[in-house]
T-cell receptor, first 113, second 115 residues
Framework: DQQVKQNSPSLSVQEGRISILNCDYT??????FLWYKKYPAEGPTFLIS?????DKNEDGRFTVFLNKSAKHLSLHIVPSQPGDSAVYFC????????????FGAGTRLFVKA | DTAVSQTPKYLVTQMGNDKSIKCEQN?????MYWYKQDSKKFLKIMFS???????INETVPNRFSPKSPDKAHLNLHINSLELGDSAVYFC??????????????FGSGTRLTVV
């Protein structure tokens, strides 16, 4: 039972353009949503989070949008850079469920120079 | 200065053996975790400790036993290894149980291969 779904296994974008990574979830009790970035042979690195009471959070080139009614969030990277090429994991936390963080399967982003 | 360090990075062992993976964090975090990344690349929570106390214990075979001697260390011991235990195991830490908006700091992973 996948509570956090990233339906696109990969995405290819030209350098300088916008990258949009999508994530859907099923559990309406999730309190926080997070994005992580992972390079090969490394652990995931925390990027940005958003509370369920907000609809947008921005940090530099990274913006996360949350649409609670659609149970959908997205990560926008503008402008995309070759160094952004990595696997991006969407994650969600249910504080009433023992603070468990549930991860999606990841989307591999390729940014072409 | 590695924030969350796991050893070993690679572990190849035969079925039936017992092995341990060690994890240490120097961030002063209160909460530590073990996650398993399976062949389908999902990261699944296994255990979580807060100040040496077990707070999350997912449906994991009891061949897996975590040990937290202090809040900076969370080790994972696996008995009677099976082929299906082959995966990458990630240790992580966070400020505290409720500090979820700050995210976790992950180690670089231990790739376990059972032959």
């Amino acid at each position: 039972d996948q509570q956090v779904k990233q339906n696109s296994p990969s995405l290819s974008v030209q350098e300088g353009r916008i990258s949009i990574l999508n994530c859907d979830y099923t559990n309406s009790m999730f309190d926080y949503f997070l994005w992580y970035k992972k390079y090969p042979a490394e652990g995931p690195t925390f990027l940005i989070s958003i509370s369920s009471i907000k609809d947008k959070n921005e940090d530099g080139r990274f913006t996360v949008f949350l649409n609670k009614s659609a149970k959908h969030l997205s990560l926008h990277i503008v402008p995309s850079q070759p160094g952004d090429s990595a696997v991006y994991f969407c994650a969600a936390t249910d504080n009433t469920g023992g603070f468990k963080t549930i991860f999606g399967a990841g989307t591999r982003l390729f940014v072409k120079a | 200065d590695t924030a969350v360090s796991q050893t070993p990075k690679y572990l190849v062992t035969q079925m039936g053996n017992d092995k341990s993976i060690k994890c240490e964090q120097n961030l002063g975090h209160d909460t530590m975790y073990w996650y398993k990344q399976d062949s389908k690349k999902f990261l699944k929570i296994m255990f979580s400790y807060n100040n040496k106390e077990l707070i999350i214990n997912e449906t994991v075979p009891n061949r897996f036993s975590p040990k937290s001697p202090d809040k900076a260390h969370l080790n994972l011991h696996i008995n009677s290894l099976e082929l299906g235990d082959s995966a990458v195991y990630f240790c992580a830490s966070s400020l505290g149980q409720g500090a979820v908006n700050y995210g976790y700091t992950f180690g670089s992973g231990t790739r376990l291969t059972v032959v």
